[in-house]
């Protein structure tokens, strides 16, 4: 039984992965027999290379997304510098939570009303007395800053959460001491001992940091350049056309755009190789060790932007409710004049079904994910075989346009109107390797001694898990299954793609309203949208915790 489950688990994840891949290649060949074109083709890459704007497009792609991931990672390093092994990390990996919780479309719309031309900042600066021509706009801005800021500072919690595993793992603490002993400054030991043995395990989290920054659509419908646009939203407008003609040159674009995700992968493995060597030469030309400096300036200067950097999403929600509660605002006020529950009345209606959809999705698809999850991992162990790592990772890495592109091309042509399988599935599909890699962790940890010495005295392979096993992982299934909840309530191509525009959620409708409807409206929704995997994560922690104290309990009792 526990066979056929993960057999029949790897085919559901293996196979959207295959038909997404395979069934962009025919609309890319210009071979769509539904619309009268029956002999393939190099249209649609025609049309692609004679779109005027490509290049810029192109480049625009690749600053955004190269460029939000190293600054993403410089941030995490500054601050695993900075705090590890200090009792101020503690506070920080605490923030981590609600950090990773927070979802970038939420995240994004409070982005928009803090860095806009009539936003909370362009108020201060106004009462500064500053120059308003002087004031950096990164709305919508043509070199696309705004988004390359918005995803690094969204993306360094989740590089962090990474490391965390990591460092622990390397023993930091031993290898720091023994580098001090022999004379080198805390900045010395972290680019030339901790860095090299850190960097290369972190490889994977990065390439999904760089496949999403590459690929991302909802955040750069928000607040990304629109003259011209980047490749992604290019390929989502062209699939978006009412114009069906248009398909083999979104088809040929998300072809392009997987290339340009798979050089860049390349890309970055090549600077890891480049930049390790640079850093463990040191080894082998003998560098003289220095005496540490007073760095006190230093230290207070990374401490504030540290913390700047990681409370910001936070203060995103307080920002959210002001501009839902907000009747009258007029520039440069700092507070409103006049607040109202006039636009969450208004919204009440059509947000109980939003909620609902969006609840079922969570749930449905994570609650699968993790009974899965929890099969292959126990398949694992027991006949030492499991899905591959890399196979795991690759909705995580993967263009999502690329991907759901072919999945919609080919669930197009069974009967029926089953939406709501196909939305599920696709939940699953990216839910699925977040849930498995967190209980990856605490499966390989687990002491498989208390398994045997409950055997051995008389209980069956159910009775074990159950009341030996489980009682021991429930923390982790909580914090698993709330991560998969935040994961679905995040997603927006999935839902829209497979869903047809049939199936709304918080994220399709806050996205949708931020492309141009009141900014009160767009606030209800994003606040929403931010609270509900929030709760989540805080019911989660919640019975996590208790479980901790209640078998902690149970211990000393015994």
């Not at 001090?180 to 680019?191: A, F, I, K």
């Not at 839910?431 to 008389?458: E, K, M, N």
């Amino acid at each position: 039984m526990l066979a056929l489950i993960f057999i029949i688990t790897l085919l559901l994840f293996a196979s959207p992965l295959i038909i997404g891949f395979v069934g962009i290649l025919a609309p890319a060949a210009a071979w769509l027999p539904a619309l009268n074109m029956h002999q393939p083709s190099l249209l649609g890459w025609q049309q692609l290379f004679s779109w005027p704007d490509l290049n810029l497009s192109i480049g625009l792609t690749l600053l955004t997304g190269i460029g939000s991931t190293a600054l993403a990672l410089w941030w995490c390093y500054l601050i695993l510098r900075h705090f590890w092994l200090t009792t101020q990390w503690q506070k920080i990996e605490r923030l981590l939570a609600p950090l990773l919780a927070f979802p970038h479309v939420a995240f994004v719309l409070g982005f928009g009303l803090l860095f806009s031309s009539t936003g909370w900042l362009a108020r201060i600066w106004h009462h500064l007395g500053l120059t308003d021509t002087l004031y950096p706009t990164l709305i919508h801005d043509r070199y696309g800053l705004g988004l390359l800021f918005a995803l690094a500072i969204k993306e360094t919690p989740f590089l962090l959460l990474m490391s965390l595993s990591i460092l622990k793992q390397l023993d930091i603490k031993r290898f720091y001491n023994v580098s001090v002993s022999l004379g080198y400054s805390h900045q010395q030991t972290w680019r030339s001992v901790i860095l090299p043995l850190w960097l290369p395990k972190l490889r994977l989290a990065i390439f999904a940091v760089a496949g999403y920054g590459l690929a991302v659509v909802d955040v750069a419908l928000i607040i990304g350049p629109t003259h011209p646009s980047t490749l992604s939203m290019l390929i989502w407008q062209w699939f978006t056309d009412a114009d069906l003609t248009q398909l083999p040159r979104a088809a040929a674009a998300a072809l392009l755009l997987l290339a340009i995700v798979i050089s860049t992968f390349g890309l970055l493995r090549c600077l890891e190789w480049w930049f390790l060597s640079y850093s463990t030469a040191w080894q082998y030309r003998g560098a003289q060790p220095t005496q540490p400096r007073n760095s006190q300036p230093s230290s207070i200067i990374a401490t504030l932007c540290s913390y700047s950097l990681l409370l910001l999403p936070l203060i995103m929600l307080p920002m959210l409710a002001v501009w839902s509660f907000a009747l009258r605002w007029r520039f440069p006020d700092l507070l409103p004049s006049r607040y109202s529950l006039r636009f969450w009345q208004q919204q009440l209606e059509p947000l109980q079904q939003l909620m609902s959809n969006s609840i079922i999705l969570a749930l449905t698809s994570s609650l699968c994910a993790l009974l899965m999850a929890i099969i292959c991992l126990e398949y694992r162990q027991k006949y030492q075989r499991g899905i591959p790592t890399m196979l795991i990772a690759v909705p995580m890495v993967a263009p999502q346009l690329s991907l759901l592109f072919g999945m919609q091309i080919a669930v197009s042509f069974v009967a029926g109107q089953h939406f709501w399988l196909w939305v599920s599935w696709s939940h699953w599909l990216y839910v699925f390797p977040y849930i498995y890699l967190t209980l990856d962790g605490p499966w390989r940890s687990y002491d498989q001694r208390l398994d045997q010495t409950a055997r051995s005295l008389g209980l069956t392979g159910w009775q074990t898990w159950w009341r030996v096993k489980f009682p021991q992982l429930k923390p982790a299934l909580w914090l698993a299954f709330a991560v998969g909840c935040s994961v679905s309530l995040a997603q927006y191509l999935p839902t829209q793609m497979l869903g047809a525009g049939r199936i709304p959620t918080l994220t399709t409708e806050a996205v949708t309203l931020a492309s141009g409807q009141d900014r009160r409206i767009s606030a209800v929704y994003g606040l929403l949208q931010g609270l509900l995997p929030l709760g989540f994560f805080t019911l989660a922690l919640m019975f996590a915790k208790q479980q901790t104290s209640d078998t902690s309990t149970t211990k000393v009792t015994l």
